[in-house]
């Protein structure tokens, strides 16, 4: 069959053409998007080079916090500081879905205290502290079930059996790589490790020059002059081979058992898995690592009667319940959202919501929106002070730019001439009567005074006409001051004195 | 608000580089080097002009220490400076730097201290001290050091891991280059920064009046005279640091054996360089893209010719390539094996682009062969071996640095690393060409420059919305140009131009302790409970116009200004004229109350009414209209 043909299955150059239009990040790297949105990843700790999303824009900070671990022996470690005060935090670790545990304050003295993370009762050091104690206990049992896995394959390649370990998380592979080189080199045993899979080489080369995105400990091998993993000297010495296919000619010239085998596919489905389980699955020395995750009866059926072993093992792939309540109070964001699934989990707090698949969702947000005004921009304001209130007002112009995520109002091109034009074009009051005539007596004008009326008697307007030293007659009413005269000078000087007696800006 | 740069060191010189500046109260230090030409105090930065009268010790004078790259000229004063002046605050350097800065100090001390029989200013656990205070930085990492100032690497070429740093606290940002590159060589990538918004650019200029052609030609001279001389059977002796040049003529070397396909051994001296490689290896993601690409296959720090080399085989016979610390020949093991080897006019030195004042490699640069090099009174060398300089070096030439300034366009420029006559010469110019102000201060001088600082102003959605409309304008060209057969592939000017220029109106309130507020017009009336009150005019004039012309009066006044005012806009309706706010229609009112002047014979009265705003052109209008005959 042609492979284009098979549904969902792209083919190796649509992999890549896909590939060549994604921008690669580092951790903590702004990428501006249309100068509007600012992306930035952080480590989430899960694997090499994992991570979290924020999103910032002119009216918040949006957090995408995935699976993410506290702890990592490999990878850099879960980057929660990076997360903090934000707008909405949309949490999105599914990991504990499955757990019966309830979404409920760590703190068991505090009971059912109704919880508040944006306000900021605990104190910050004690939450870390608890957090990093957490952390701890969590690290401490991966520790474990990495150090029984190794002591059970030891025991398997002591009996003369083999260890077939199809897990697909590379974190997990290479610390196992380092304990059974560890455990062989106690045991003082010359058992073959193979990594049989079309990326090993590239993998492990790879994993050696990536020394920004691991944990610390592996930052210190590289500072005190060692390669960051253990695997580079098993490659050179011989207790690591590399083999991109199973049937690769190298691998069956030096093929022995006992030996170790990584190889893909965790679904026992594909990959040289499934060859080398039918070769080992009779025989009850012999060792098959999986993980939790798989269903392991389905998995095994066609392999099935089993003498082999089978030791299953769930590794950590996410935040524990406990943990995030901590976490949500240290990141203090204004808005959670949870996922539907979680709902049962979730002690409900003050602002959040839950959110599925396919439905929108509407997040009340009272942001304060600010933008920047440059000096250019802030010297040719003329600040009027209200008659009444206690507010200074000035009229803005200029050209909102979007720079970074923030307005910016700056001087636009054409604005050259703005200086000249300063005049004010709104006035805002009524006009007091009296206020204006003496006025216009000081500006030496004879001025009488007459009501207009209408129909039903009220005022309408009043009539102030100027006998000296010209002609004319300002007509006043609640919103309007009409100037007819056929003396430019007087009508000036009428405004002037109009505009007195307003607020003009 | 400004930016104050207190120049430590490479002040209108080279060596010991270290800059303080102060971005609107944050201080920061660039950069922490040693002066290779003195041997006194004069080696390190004058600490002691850091501390603010308010505070004494360094670790509250100062927010960051950050460093370039891992030359001694700007790491060599940092243990001194943490350990022994008790600096304690944060330092940031890049991986690759943090990984071989040590090396390079160690290597440094030992030379002091264990060959020179000098005094030593810090010590081996100082060193180690001192790194562990380093925070680690990626490039183009955003950095976080505290709530005001954010810093960020961005690659510089150079040596691996040299990194441009940019500083921005508050809305005022610079950029600080260290030593940088503008063009790619056999190991590095060229520098490469954003576009950003800046007050300040401190750049290096070792090369501030020098234009340099193709590398390539420099390189094949290089593989050329090594070649010469080892097919001759001689010895060349490269006298270089352990890192950074070392590897890049080692790649060049490694490859051109590859190629030619040469048996003859290239030592390393010690284990340090040999270990050098092995960082290099784990850093390949700091070279070119070039190196990078190839790594799964073959990691090019893997050196295929090199050998460690012994003691014994200083003396032994045959044809070899040598690559010995420290360089410049200024002690240590390349001054061992020079003694040796000079004698022999078989052999080769290759020495550095560069060598400071004092050490042996500056004496053989200008010296004549044969000849003799006093070492001290009683020793003499009796040099006969060839000397061929180097002549590719890591640093920009004086296009780059324009080239750099001019893409960044600053505000001030900041000339350092360099040799005081040439940097006055870059530094007209910049101000010349580039029209950017440019400062070249000696050692411990300050130089004071402003800093941007925006407003900032809360603002409202209906704001927001307002200066998102679209603003369009129908400009009319003046007339259309007539279609010339012969200029018909030129673009004829559209009889109708539209133009969209947004601009942002609205009005900033400012009221008593609250922040001040871009609103528009109409918010400001509303919550402050205001209304618009008009301010308008009103005249009423006749108009001298014969009833029976065929054209009415409003069509012939409306040509008649536009003629008049044709940048105006302008429109005719059936009733009236309009010109911004001013109105004018024929009244036919007789009890107008805005009529002032008696009616002539042939006139009609035109009332005219106008706001505030056009007070000026409305009396301009209506005295054009006075004066019409129609």
């Known amino acids: 069959m042609e492979q284009s043909l098979v549904v969902g299955c792209p083919c190796i150059a649509d992999v890549k053409d896909c590939l060549t239009k994604v921008e690669s990040l580092k951790y903590a790297q702004e990428a501006c998007y249309n100068g509007t949105l600012i992306v930035k990843a952080s480590s989430s700790g899960l694997d090499i080079g994992s991570c979290n999303w924020s999103i910032t824009g002119p009216n918040g900070t949006i957090i995408y916090v995935s699976s993410s671990l506290c702890m990592s022996s490999t990878a850099t470690s879960f980057d929660y500081k990076a997360l903090q005060r934000s707008d909405v935090v949309l949490y999105s670790d599914f990991s504990s879905c499955n757990t019966t545990d309830k979404f409920e304050d760590g703190n068991n003295s505090s009971g059912t205290a109704a919880s508040n993370f944006s306000n900021i009762s605990d104190d910050a050091v004690d939450l870390e502290a608890s957090f990093t104690l957490l952390n701890n206990d969590e690290y401490m049992e991966e520790i474990e079930k990495l150090d029984f896995i190794c002591s059970c394959s030891m025991d398997s390649v002591k009996s003369r059996g083999s260890v077939l370990i199809p897990i697909g998380r590379l974190g997990i592979i290479l610390q196992l790589l380092e304990r059974f080189a560890l455990g062989l080199e106690s045991e003082n045993m010359k058992v073959p490790i193979f990594v049989v899979s079309s990326v090993a080489e590239e993998l492990m080369a790879f994993t050696n020059i990536i020394p920004e995105w691991l944990c610390k400990q592996r930052q210190d091998r590289l500072y005190s002059g060692q390669p960051l993993f253990t695997h580079v000297e098993m490659l050179k010495d011989g207790r690591l081979h590399l083999f991109p296919a199973i049937h690769s000619l190298e691998l069956l010239t030096i093929w022995q058992e006992p030996c170790i085998v990584f190889c893909p596919h965790w679904s026992l489905r594909l990959g040289p898995v499934v060859h080398l389980l039918q070769r080992w699955c009779k025989d009850q020395n012999s060792l098959l690592v999986m993980e939790e995750e798989v269903d392991a009866n389905l998995a095994l059926l066609p392999f099935k009667p089993m003498a082999m072993k089978v030791l299953q093992c769930s590794f950590l792939s996410g935040i524990q319940l406990q943990q995030s309540h901590l976490l949500l109070k240290m990141l203090q964001p204004r808005y959670v959202l949870f996922p539907e699934v979680l709902k049962r989990h979730v002690t409900p707090l003050d602002s959040f919501d839950y959110y599925s698949e396919n439905e929108k969702l509407h997040i009340p947000m009272v942001k304060n929106s600010e933008l920047d005004i440059t000096v250019e921009v802030a010297v040719q304001l003329r600040y009027t002070t209200l008659k009444q209130q206690d507010t200074n007002i000035s009229r803005l112009k200029g050209e909102l730019l979007m720079e970074q995520g923030r307005y910016l109002l700056s001087v636009g091109d054409n604005q050259v001439c703005s200086e000249t034009e300063t005049k004010p074009v709104l006035h805002l009051g009524r006009i007091d009567l009296n206020v204006l005539l003496v006025a216009l007596q000081k500006m030496g004008m004879n001025v009488t005074v007459e009501e207009a009326r209408g129909d039903d008697g009220l005022l309408t307007a009043s009539l102030v006409h100027v006998l000296e030293p010209n002609k004319a007659l300002i007509k006043v009413t609640d919103v309007q001051t009409l100037i007819s005269t056929a003396d430019e000078n007087l009508a000036s000087l009428i405004s002037q004195a109009v505009c007195t007696n307003l607020d003009c800006i | ?630």
């Open chain 2, 1 to 630: 608000m400004a930016i104050e740069c207190l120049v430590l060191g490479a002040g209108q010189e080279v060596g010991k580089s270290c800059v303080v500046v102060t971005i609107n109260g944050k201080r920061i230090m660039f950069d922490c080097g040693m002066h290779m030409g003195y041997s006194d105090m004069r080696r390190y930065p004058d600490f002691s002009l850091i501390p603010k009268s308010n505070c004494s010790d360094f670790t509250n004078s100062l927010a960051c220490v950050i460093i370039t790259h891992f030359h001694l000229d700007h790491i060599g004063a940092l243990p001194y400076f943490t350990e022994v002046c008790g600096y304690n605050g944060p330092i940031y350097m890049t991986y690759p730097t943090k990984a071989l800065a040590p090396l390079m100090l160690e290597d440094y001390r030992k030379v002091m201290v264990d060959r020179r029989g000098e005094e030593e200013t810090f010590t081996s656990e100082d060193i180690v001290e001192c790194m562990k205070k380093v925070t680690a930085v990626d490039l183009k990492q955003t950095v976080q050091v505290d709530k005001d100032l954010q810093i960020r690497a961005y690659y510089a070429g150079h040596v691996l891991g040299a990194a441009m740093i940019y500083a921005k606290v508050g809305d005022a940002g610079m950029v600080y280059t260290g030593d940088y590159n503008m063009t790619p060589d056999r190991h590095l990538g060229a520098a490469r920064i954003d576009r950003l918004q800046l007050d300040l650019v401190i750049t290096e200029s070792t090369y501030a009046t020098t234009y340099r052609d193709s590398k390539y030609a420099r390189e094949r001279e290089f593989l050329k005279a090594v070649h010469n001389c080892i097919a001759g059977g001689g010895k060349v002796l490269i006298p270089t640091f352990a890192l950074g040049r070392a590897q890049e003529l080692c790649m060049l070397l490694d490859d051109y054996w590859e190629r030619m396909n040469l048996k003859v051994p290239i030592y390393f001296s010690s284990g340090l360089t040999i270990q050098a490689n092995m960082y290099y290896q784990i850093l390949i993601n700091w070279t070119s893209q070039k190196v990078k690409d190839t790594f799964t296959t073959r990691n090019a720090f893997d050196f295929k010719n090199v050998c460690s080399f012994d003691r014994s085989l200083i003396t032994a016979p045959g044809p070899c390539v040598l690559f010995a610390t420290p360089g410049m020949v200024s002690g240590g093991f390349s001054l061992e094996v020079f003694k040796q080897w000079a004698p022999s006019e078989q052999n080769l030195v290759m020495l550095p682009g560069y060598c400071v004042a004092g050490t042996i490699g500056h004496k053989l640069m200008s010296a004549k062969i044969p000849t003799q090099i006093h070492l001290d009174q009683d020793t003499r060398i009796d040099v006969r071996c060839q000397i061929h300089q180097l002549s590719f070096s890591p640093h920009t030439d004086a296009k780059g640095i324009m080239d750099l300034v001019k893409f960044l366009s600053p505000k001030h420029v900041m000339l350092v690393h360099g040799e005081k006559p040439n940097m006055a010469t870059l530094k007209e110019k910049i101000r010349s060409e580039l029209g950017i102000k440019c400062y070249d201060p000696a050692n411990n001088e300050t130089v004071c420059i402003p800093s941007t600082n925006y407003i900032k102003a809360r603002y409202s959605d209906a704001f927001q919305e307002s200066s998102l409309c679209p603003n369009f304008k129908f400009l009319k060209t003046s007339s259309r140009q007539d279609f010339d057969s012969v200029n018909s592939h030129m673009r004829t000017k559209p009889f109708l131009q539209v133009c969209d220029d947004r601009m942002a109106e609205g009005m900033l309130t400012l009221q008593k302790n609250q922040n001040p507020k871009v609103v528009t017009q109409n918010e400001v009336m509303t919550s402050l409970g205001l209304e618009k009150h008009e301010v308008k005019f009103d005249h009423c004039f006749p108009v001298v116009y014969v009833a029976n012309s065929k054209i009415s009066l409003l069509k012939q006044l409306f040509e008649r200004l536009v003629q008049e005012f044709p940048d105006l806009n302008m429109e005719d309706f059936p009733e009236h004229l309009q010109i911004q706010s001013f109105v004018v229609f024929v009244c036919s009112n007789e009890e107008c109350p805005h009529r002032s002047e008696q009616k002539k014979c042939d006139a009609v009265y035109c009332c005219c009414s106008w706001s505030l705003a056009d007070e000026k052109l409305a009396w301009k209008l209506i005295s054009v209209m006075k004066e019409f005959r129609g």
